[in-house]
């Protein structure tokens, strides 16, 4: 039986880490080392891959927990006839220099009876080299057990009793209120030491000691100023360092191997290893709150892998050790995770082409050099190859950051990089007094053009995953979190919208949806959905980059660990755990939020809207909603269902800019009837984005105009109304826009009472939000509203759908995939569509709109060119 992952708590002494679950088994160990064969494996094989259990008889429940500040886990367990507490941690080795040996490794299992009485099962089946070896077991009377596998050896040290028994060694204890016994694991020692209860209790308070002493030990205390996130920030700063190797700095990208990415897929891979950009990104997240050795000691490691292999080139990943043979195979005999296979060892991705890896590095430099650290010539030199590097081999093409097993292309995020490369390269140097390499500002700014040139799709108004696609890609995000591009540029916020739109479900954000060489799908990745919570931050989204935050905090859990991905729909996390990435990037949008919070409590900024003029010497009396039907009607019989956006011929803005600057004096209760609210909104929202995408001469898309739909609007008698809101506060009813969690309109605002419940969805079909891909403009009248609005639906998908009866798939305009409006299932919208289809292409639909695919068209965000 698997338990979930998130059902797991972490423990560990930086050269390895164990996964306790929330029923007391240890399901994953590999000794000496993180990336060392495993010697408990049931996460991957619940039968045959070993594990270590103290768990109750009869009916209990749990709840994990750390002890506070620290990376010991303690388990509370509730019976019907008592409760005690199970401590696991493992002892820190003392600092050194050498490598650490596998006889200073010892787990600590402390169980204490809390009240009543209690009966426990110890288990103990440990099973070498990934479940292959199956040790032979000698019962030490009074002393434990020993396990041997070859050269291999686990001694588990208790006065509990224990026998042999179908293969394993254990024992049922009854233990009574104030009870103690303490299990030691030692590996590799043919004489442990001496262990009573109250050495346990000893070793348990200078682990204590050591977590705290470590997390205090902060240059700056940053993160005592992280308000209700603190604790989360704290947590993932502790899973760091746990994922962290000493004496070297190199740190795991996660704790586990082959974890899927969806239950029962093969994206099954092994992230015990040390990813250059992972570690860089964690040791830039653990900078921003103060712990800057971490960094220095990383980069001596760079230092050194670079000036012993004499050139300017670094492997992807390697080993926790600093070796780099990370040959990638099989484990057939495991079953894998709820039956994913395949599990995999080593990491064929390590010879890869990775341009971005360089950046961060220099990042992470740069971030010593802002506190006057030395930079000593040996390591210039190192920083000085990576740079000359990036100089000479930007143009290439390489497997991105996201390791596609597909074919190299030219990535966006990988040529920004670049640029990102030689940009710190030539702060570091006008720092530091050191000399730069030629050419380095020249090959920045032409990288910089390059990115903009061809990695920006006019189109989909956002930057894409490569050259050669509109696809997108979340790692855009990273594109002005590392100072390529500012938050506030335009191309900035369309892109963030663009991924909001198309790579998020109920704000978790995806990698990207296109072909990447492998069969299957995976979840959405929480570091990505971190990167969107820095952007909004830094967008001043602050409400958004909360709410978003708060989701990913009730993924984590009470435990606050976090995997490498989370699937919204079945709510349980994928992936390899913990995972750094995750981490590194939570603290990260946490210090984003903290900062920007601050800027604006000390400078409070208005959103700057643009209003029409008032025309008081123009108002005619008695104004009447019939005018918007009117005009609209009128600018589509001489403009087509597309008007032409571009260019204004016959004062056609003026013209609109007149009749809606009457409203300033409009009393809407004069709106009684459904029919007439829905026509008059419609028309108003058709009107106001035609007069502003003319009146601002918007050249390409209005996504040139910063927060076009939330600043553009016109008064009401004393409101105002944004195009935003007229479309999803007001017909709506109040609803978020797509990729958003918060409505425009908050609770107790005057403008709710004109919100329109029961929203009809009819109305997206005719209204155009200034785009080309826009339903047509059609004028609504209240007399008429349905048949306009169903004539509305049938001429947008006359234009826009398609049926493919023979493959049974329905291509529909890409709004029905953006507004759940249309139907909470693809059953519900296809059954929608097929009231509007003829009747030949919807018979078969409506007789089985479940056997239908639905497939959604490109969304073209430039301004409509002119007639339909």
């Not at 029923?23 to 619940?46: K, N, Q, R």
């Not at 601050?598 to 643009?610: A, F, I, S, T, V």
Request: include cysteine; charge should be negative.
């Amino acid at each position: 039986m698997y338990k979930k992952i998130s059902d797991y708590g972490i423990i560990g002494n930086m050269h390895s880490v164990a996964l306790v679950g929330n029923d007391g088994a240890i399901d994953w160990l590999c000794l000496p080392h993180l990336d060392s064969p495993s010697v408990f494996a049931a996460l991957l094989d619940a039968d045959d891959g070993g594990s270590f259990s103290i768990t109750p008889e009869g009916e209990w429940d749990s709840v994990l927990g750390y002890l506070e500040d620290s990376n010991i886990l303690a388990g509370r367990f509730r019976t019907r006839n008592g409760s005690y507490t199970l401590t696991d941690f493992m002892q820190v080795p003392p600092p050194s220099d050498r490598e650490p040996q596998p006889h200073e490794f010892l787990l600590v299992r402390l169980l204490q009876v809390d009240r009543g009485r209690v009966r426990v099962k110890v288990s103990f089946d440990p099973r070498f080299d990934y479940g292959r070896g199956r040790p032979e077991f000698t019962i030490l009377p009074g002393q434990g057990v020993l396990a041997a596998s070859g050269s291999e050896q686990l001694r588990l040290c208790t006065s509990g009793k224990l026998t042999l028994k179908n293969g394993h060694a254990e024992g049922t204890w009854e233990l009574r209120e104030g009870e103690r016994i303490a299990l030691q694991l030692y590996y590799g020692r043919s004489e442990p030491d001496r262990f009573s209860e109250l050495d346990a209790e000893r070793v348990l308070v200078e682990t204590l000691d050591f977590w705290r002493n470590w997390l205090y030990g902060s240059g700056t205390g940053f993160f005592n100023d992280l308000g209700p996130h603190r604790e989360q920030v704290i947590r993932s700063l502790l899973t760091l360092k746990l994922l962290t190797y000493q004496p070297r700095g190199t740190m795991a990208a996660a704790a586990t191997t082959s974890l899927p990415e969806t239950i029962g897929g093969v994206r099954n891979w092994d992230y015990r290893y040390s990813w250059v950009r992972d570690t860089s990104m964690a040791l830039a997240a653990l900078f921003e709150v103060g712990h800057v050795n971490e960094t220095e000691q990383y980069l001596d490691w760079i230092e050194k892998v670079i000036v012993k292999n004499k050139q300017n080139e670094l492997q992807v990943m390697y080993r926790m050790d600093g070796s780099s043979d990370l040959s990638e195979f099989e484990l057939r005999h495991l079953e894998g995770f709820r039956g994913s296979k395949p599990v995999r060892i080593g990491n064929g991705a390590a010879p890869q082409k990775q341009f971005s890896i360089y950046g961060h590095v220099l990042i992470g430099a740069d971030h010593l050099v802002s506190l006057n650290r030395e930079v000593t010539e040996e390591m210039w030199h190192g920083l000085w190859l990576m740079c000359e590097f990036a100089k000479h081999h930007w143009r290439e093409p390489d497997w991105s950051i996201w390791e596609m097993r597909s074919d190299p292309r030219h990535y966006v995020h990988s040529k920004a990089m670049c640029g990102i490369t030689l940009d710190r390269g030539l702060s570091i140097a006008a720092r530091t007094g050191h000399q730069p390499g030629d050419d380095w500002e020249r090959t920045r700014d032409e990288i910089r053009d390059d990115v903009m040139r061809h990695g920006w799709n006019a189109q989909r108004q956002a930057f894409v995953l490569h050259y050669q696609t509109d696809a997108l890609d979340a790692s855009s995000l990273l594109m002005s979190m590392n100072g390529f591009i500012p938050y506030e540029d335009p191309r900035m916020l369309a892109t963030v919208e663009a991924i909001r739109l198309d790579l998020s479900y109920n704000g978790f954000t995806y990698r990207y949806h296109a072909d990447d060489g492998l069969p299957g799908q995976e979840g959405a990745f929480l570091a990505c959905t971190l990167w969107l919570i820095a952007n909004l931050a830094n967008q001043h989204e602050l409400e958004e980059a909360e709410l978003l935050l708060n989701k990913v905090d009730e993924v984590a859990g009470s435990l606050h660990l976090l995997a490498e991905e989370y699937d919204p729909i079945w709510q349980e996390q994928l992936g390899n755990f913990p995972q750094a990435f995750s981490h590194e990037a939570y603290i990260t949008a946490v210090t984003a939020i903290t900062k920007v919070s601050g800027e604006l409590r000390r400078n409070p900024k208005q959103q700057q809207y643009l209003l029409l003029q008032d025309e008081e010497n123009e108002v005619e009396a008695g104004f009447d909603p019939v005018l918007l039907a009117e005009l609209v009607d009128e600018v589509v019989r001489e403009g087509g269902d597309h008007p032409g956006y571009g260019k204004d011929s016959g004062g056609l803005a003026e013209r609109v800019g007149k009749v809606l600057a009457q409203l300033r004096w409009f009393d809407l209760a004069r709106l009684q009837e459904r029919q007439e609210k829905i026509s008059f909104w419609c028309n108003l929202f058709n009107l106001l984005v035609l007069h502003w995408v003319l009146s601002l001469q918007v050249k390409e898309s209005v996504r040139e105009v910063p927060r076009f739909y939330r600043r553009l609007g016109c008064r009401i008698g004393e409101e105002l109304f944004t195009a935003d809101i007229i479309l999803h506060g007001i017909l709506r009813g109040n609803r978020p826009s797509p990729g958003w969690l918060t409505p425009p309109l908050p609770a107790g605002d005057p403008r709710l009472a004109n919100s329109i419940r029961l929203s009809d969805p009819r109305f997206l079909c005719a209204i155009c939000t200034g785009t080309a891909s826009s339903a047509p403009m059609a004028p609504l009248r209240p007399e008429s509203l349905d048949a306009d609005l169903d004539g509305a639906v049938r001429r947008f998908l006359e234009r826009e759908a398609k049926v493919d009866a023979e493959r049974k798939v329905l291509v529909l305009p890409r709004i029905f995939k953006w507004y759940d409006d249309f139907g909470k299932s693809p059953h519900d919208v296809a059954v929608f569509v097929a009231g509007f289809l003829g009747e030949a292409a919807a018979r078969p639909i409506r007789e089985h709109p479940e056997s239908y695919q639905l497939e959604y068209a490109g969304f073209d965000w430039r301004v409509p060119t002119g007639r339909a």
